[in-house]
């Protein structure tokens, strides 16, 4: 099984601000199959990125993905009030089962 | 639009089985797989199975073999997940997940509050 970790667990920063959120995995994995989600509390979680670095439909472009084989980043460059949320990674490599990073909770500093 | 409705909150003992349900509509609803994902109390997001809408055909993680079953109804655009002998640590919010492509999860529904308590 391949383990997600990321890090930091909890990123405090203002609006405007940069944001970089760090997804590592145990093993490398195949075609950089890679998702990013966007998780608020009572919502449903929104795909953000899918491939490691492809946008979603709907997604502003502040939103970027990168990385390749174990290291993989999402990055928000100028944070809006509504981007402060929790935000997990996804891998979906050939074999099951899909696993989850435990999330990184972006909040207002 | 894409939408998923998911059925309401349960609160089941020990031991119990729960059996939610999840409706589709804005899309052909065998033309994409489902998944079903759970999120337990400050845990990370769980994959637990899926089902190919258009076959029936499913998979499910070994965590949960034997206790999982996923099904669907096609004439009523809808995926159940039914788990059996439900213990304390089951009790999470579970979503369903419409999978795009490749594995990722374009659209999730709402979730479903499941409290397994004695």
């Known amino acids: 099984e391949i383990v997600l970790t990321q890090s930091p667990a909890t990123l405090s920063l203002s609006p405007g601000e940069r944001a970089a959120l760090s997804c590592r995995a145990n093993?490398?994995?195949?075609?950089?199959?890679l998702a990013w989600y966007q998780h608020k509390p009572g919502q449903a979680p929104r795909l953000l990125i899918y491939?490691?670095?492809t946008r979603a439909t709907g997604i502003p472009d502040r939103f970027s993905g990168g990385g390749s084989g174990t290291d993989y980043t999402l990055t928000i460059s100028r944070l809006e009030p509504e981007d402060f949320a929790v935000y997990y990674c996804q891998q979906y490599a050939a074999s099951l089962p899909y696993t989850f990073g435990q999330g990184t909770k972006l909040e207002i500093k | 639009q894409v939408q998923f409705v998911q059925s309401g909150a349960e609160v089941k003992k020990p031991g119990a089985s729960v059996k939610l349900s999840c409706k589709a509509s804005?899309?052909?609803?065998?033309?994409?797989?489902m998944h079903w994902v759970r999120q337990a109390p400050g845990q990370r997001l769980e994959w637990m199975g899926w089902i190919n809408t258009a076959n029936g055909k499913t998979a499910y993680s070994q965590k949960f073999q034997g206790r999982i079953t996923v099904t669907r109804d096609t004439s009523a655009s809808t995926v159940y997940m039914e788990l059996r002998n439900q213990k304390s640590e089951d009790t999470a919010v579970y979503y369903c997940?419409?999978?795009?492509?490749?594995?990722?999860?374009?659209?999730w529904g709402q979730g479903t509050l499941v409290t397994v308590s004695s």
């Open positions: 997940a419409r999978e795009k492509g490749w594995g990722y999860f374009d659209h």
């Open positions: 491939g490691a670095s």
């Open positions: 093993q490398s994995f195949s075609y950089n199959y």
């Open positions: 804005g899309y052909t609803f065998t033309s994409y797989p």
